[in-house]
């Protein structure tokens, strides 16, 4: 069940031509593919310029399961005891604009690691988030600092 349709101020109604003179700023034309196998139709819906979504190839069985996504960016956590990462935060600029939820219709970030439901931040929250991870990353480079002065018979303050 959604109640995508009761909410007030949904996106501009989609159609069949490209209607360019009622575009917001930061908004752009684009062509859609959706609907059911054998009754897929390519429409035009509003995009922000920031998504990188293709929504031809990504078509989808209704217009409101279309959402925006920008590029994606993640950092990975090596090991040294095996070839793969064992740890990926990936993160992304996304809205949904059929969402119920007003904050999942503005552009907002979304973090994930592959593990469970994606995180999504206010631009407020992942300024935050990123403070944090530049702490975490100063954290990084005086613990290998200490490890590096142990292994070479050393020694270091954290
Ligand atoms: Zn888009």
């Known amino acids: 069940m959604t109640v995508a349709h009761e909410v007030p101020a949904i996106p501009a109604p989609v159609s069949s031509e490209p209607l360019v003179a009622s575009l917001a700023s930061g908004m752009r ?3 859609a593919r959706v609907g059911r196998p054998g009754h897929v139709q390519t429409i035009h819906i509003e995009c922000p310029t920031w998504c990188t979504q293709n929504h031809v190839e990504d078509w989808q069985y209704d217009i409101e399961d279309i959402e925006h996504a920008g590029a994606s ?9 095996g070839d793969e990462a064992l740890y990926e935060w990936y993160g992304r600029v996304s809205s949904d604009p059929w969402s119920s939820d007003l904050r999942m219709r503005e552009a907002h970030v979304l973090v994930g690691d592959c593990s469970r439901e994606d995180a999504r931040l206010t631009p407020d929250m992942t300024d935050e988030l990123a403070d944090k991870v530049i702490a ?22 954290v």
Do not use: E, H
């Open 29 to 31: 034309l684009v062509p």
């Open 73 to 81: 960016f993640s950092v990975q956590v090596p090991t040294m005891a």
């Open 136 to 157: 975490y990353g100063l954290q990084l480079r005086a613990a290998a600092r200490v490890a590096r002065q142990a292994s070479q018979g050393g020694t270091a303050a």
